[in-house]
């Protein structure tokens, strides 16, 4: 380990943190891209899927953004072969400066509101109950969920992702669009650690 990736190199290290955000992705590409064939099954957890894709990629993408303030690791950028480059230019679009920041924006409201879990105190929850105040309350023996509960976290996350101003116009939201391109970035990323870590290891095969 100490041959290939010296503590003090980091290049080396922004290679192993990518090798880890590939498995997390890989696991999350295994797990939450399948689908339910069971209506109520895939309704209920959509929204806790949609909820960690989100946040996963949004840390990958501040991982990205953050290692560039390394001059080693934005040089080694730089060396790569196009189609790399290509891949990352891809990826760099989600930075904050980049042409689709307000999509990172979404997702960063989404991870800080959905993964600390709104507080009792918190705006988001109150809205959430208000706009939910008429509905009739469920809970499910079966599946021992509470459905109300659902009702909350879902309206909890739209919110997260649309401003008030887009989900009063009642027109049909661009969910689809999202999660379309959560997928699209996060196999990106996928191939493009891939790519790169065995670009990087190949250097050190005998």
Known sequence: MKDVFPRDNDVAKWVVGLAVIHNDFIFLKKKLFQTSDVISDLISEAPSILKIRISSLREAIFYLEESEKSVQIRTYINSL????????????????????????????????????????????????????????????????????????????????????????LKQELPISEIIISIKESIETFIDFSNKVSKHYLKDFVN
């Open 81 to 168: 072969p196009e189609h790399l480059i290509q891949m990352y230019m891809s990826l760099v679009l989600l930075f904050r400066n980049g042409e689709k920041a307000d999509l990172l924006q979404k997702f960063s409201n989404t991870r800080n509101i959905t993964y600390h879990y709104s507080k009792p105190q918190k705006n988001e929850l109150s809205e959430a109950l208000e706009a939910l105040s008429n509905e009739i309350i469920f809970y499910e023996e079966k599946d021992q969920r509470f459905l109300f509960a659902e009702h909350v976290r879902n309206t909890i996350l739209l919110r997260s992702l649309f401003s008030s101003n887009e989900i009063k």
